[in-house]
């Protein structure tokens, strides 16, 4: 691992809210590396013969954070990503879900950690959703909204409001001038 103070930013915030694209954007311009706990939680599936789909992945992690008290995205994702790629200091977990989760990042030593988390509108949620959903190839197989958004997962990730160091409404201002602000924070 680098000597270099490492900056990791964790996202949170509801489901469509635009987390995935703020993070193409901070790789895209702010040469921040992502952990991609999605293709841990694959890999893993596909090697334990489980489904691979949404639900399945979650039911996944969540048999991970009980068997491992949250600590297998940093531990198996986290930590192995960055050592892996020693030169990159700018860190994103795209997706954190649980309170827990956010105390072990915090927790880490030479990493400053801080946790933004995205919020819009119910009513731009809901259409992003179902603007995905209709033109998803699988889409009559996607949850509904009210499906996707009473899920446990779902609940607690909107939760993380409420102990985020930012709060950003993803609606207002552009994607590249949210992204400029988390990596201002980089300093401060």
Known sequence: MTTAPRFLVLLSGPLAVGKTTLRDCLVTMHDVDYVRSSAFLIEKAQREGLPTDRRGLQELGDRLDAETDYRWIVDDVALPSMEASADKSRWLVDAVRKPKQVEHFKSLERIKVVHVHLT???????????????????????????????????????????IADIVVDAIDGSTAELAQQIISLEGE
């Open 120 to 162: 819009a509108p119910e009513d731009a949620l809901r259409f992003r959703y179902e603007t995905r959903r209709a033109a998803s190839a699988s889409g009559p197989l996607v949850p509904s909204y009210e499906s996707a958004i009473s899920h446990p997962n779902e609940v607690a990730a909107r939760g993380l409001i409420k």
